[in-house]
């Protein structure tokens, strides 16, 4: 028997599926569902708004949820149905901003990616331990996205980075924040900077993934976790406490960054602007690869 089976469906959203177990206090939100043709799994401000929409409908579902009835943990996990995780932020988009001078579009969309951002990290109080499930490669915002999670599930085979410094531009989303949780400032930068695509593997030797599993059992494996997370809710809530309480995520220090984004973005000039489009190319065709294989029972 599939381990989702008994998963009902919570909404029908065109690139957000949305499943919610209530046995197990668990919602599953599957990123770029039901696309038709030609489709480029990025964070398009399609895809954003519908990641918030889901989100905020989730808070106000735990909070209605009487108190003496809120004792343990709520899984959120986050996965993809596509061939890969998530390319990162919406560079064709980008491109055209830019070319048009329109920065305030373009902020909007950056504070945009930190709300979700934020909300993946801490959606009600401590209530809710995210899970990342990367079944395929997860790069640049994709990368945050995942690093926004309080445990990265990444299957075999898999690769992260952030590619931005390849048009002369850095990822504004919420890297610095959440790789430094993970790794000192200096390797965060280093990653940052590098454009490298780091393997699940090498990012589970420095700590940044929690777990590495086979292609094709990543849900499967989430599931597990979620099962073993239920005897230690109560803990996993004091440790979201402790957390914030020690090295405090704000949505004030993720929007400080966007600016900054912005700005460094409108200066780039044509030469930048055509290394976007040419990686823009280069994404098209991996996501054109064979598609992932999900075994969850």
Same mark, same amino acid.
């Given at each position: 028997?599939?381990? #989702?089976?008994?998963?009902?469906?919570?909404?029908? !959203?065109?690139?957000?599926?949305?499943?919610?177990?209530?046995?197990?206090?668990?919602?599953?939100?599957?990123?770029? !569902?039901?696309?038709?043709?030609?489709?480029?799994?990025?964070?398009?401000?399609?895809? &954003?708004?519908?990641?918030?929409?889901?989100?905020?409908?989730?808070?106000?579902?735990?909070?209605?949820?009487?108190?003496?009835? +809120?004792?343990?943990?709520?899984?959120?996990? #986050?996965?993809?149905?596509?061939?890969?995780?998530?390319?990162?932020?919406?560079?064709?988009? $980008?491109?055209? &901003?830019?070319? +048009?001078?329109?920065?305030?579009?373009?902020?909007?969309?950056?504070?945009?990616?930190?709300?979700?951002?934020?909300? &993946?990290?801490?959606?009600?109080?401590?209530?809710?331990?995210?899970?990342?499930?990367?079944?395929?490669?997860?790069?640049?915002?994709?990368?945050? !996205? !995942?690093?926004?999670?309080?445990?990265?599930?990444?299957?075999?085979?898999?690769?992260?980075?952030?590619?931005?410094?390849? $048009?002369?531009? $850095?990822?504004?989303?919420?890297?610095?924040?959440? #790789?430094?949780?993970?790794?000192?400032?200096?390797?965060?930068?280093?990653?940052?900077?590098?454009?490298? +695509?780091?393997?699940?593997?090498?990012? $589970?030797?420095?700590?940044?993934?929690?777990?590495?599993?086979?292609?094709?059992?990543? &849900?499967?494996?989430? @599931?597990?976790?979620?099962?073993?997370?239920?005897?230690?809710?109560?803990?996993?809530?004091?440790?979201?406490?402790?957390?914030?309480?020690?090295?405090?995520? +704000?949505?004030?220090?993720? /929007?400080?960054?966007?600016?900054?984004?912005?700005?460094?973005?409108?200066?780039?000039?044509?030469?930048?602007?055509?290394?976007?489009?040419? #990686?823009?190319?280069?994404?098209?065709?991996?996501?054109? /690869?064979?598609?992932?294989? @999900?075994?969850?029972?």
């Amino acid at each position: 028997m599939s381990l #989702l089976e008994n998963i009902s469906p919570i909404t029908a !959203a065109n690139l957000v599926r949305c499943e919610t177990d209530e046995a197990n206090r668990t919602d599953w939100m599957f990123m770029h !569902a039901n696309t038709i043709g030609h489709y480029h799994p990025c964070f398009s401000e399609r895809l &954003l708004n519908e990641m918030k929409r889901e989100q905020e409908a989730l808070r106000r579902r735990l909070a209605s949820i009487p108190s003496e009835n +809120t004792s343990g943990i709520h899984h959120l996990v #986050l996965a993809s149905d596509e061939n890969v995780f998530n390319l990162g932020g919406d560079l064709s988009l $980008f491109a055209n &901003l830019i070319r +048009t001078g329109n920065r305030g579009r373009l902020l909007d969309y950056a504070k945009l990616c930190v709300e979700v951002a934020y909300n &993946l990290h801490r959606l009600y109080e401590n209530q809710v331990h995210s899970i990342a499930v990367v079944q395929g490669d997860a790069l640049g915002g994709g990368f945050e !996205a !995942a690093l926004c999670c309080h445990t990265i599930i990444a299957e075999e085979g898999t690769g992260m980075g952030f590619p931005e410094v390849l $048009f002369d531009l $850095f990822p504004g989303m919420g890297a610095y924040t959440f #790789l430094t949780r993970r790794v000192s400032p200096i390797v965060a930068e280093r990653m940052m900077l590098d454009a490298r +695509t780091y393997s699940a593997e090498e990012l $589970f030797s420095m700590g940044i993934v929690d777990q590495v599993v086979p292609k094709g059992t990543g &849900l499967r494996a989430a @599931s597990e976790l979620i099962r073993k997370h239920q005897r230690i809710g109560n803990a996993l809530r004091s440790m979201n406490a402790v957390r914030q309480a020690s090295r405090p995520v +704000t949505l004030n220090e993720l /929007q400080a960054v966007p600016a900054e984004w912005v700005d460094a973005a409108m200066r780039l000039n044509e030469r930048g602007l055509r290394a976007m489009e040419r #990686l823009i190319r280069a994404q098209q065709r991996r996501a054109e /690869q064979q598609p992932i294989v @999900s075994a969850v029972g």
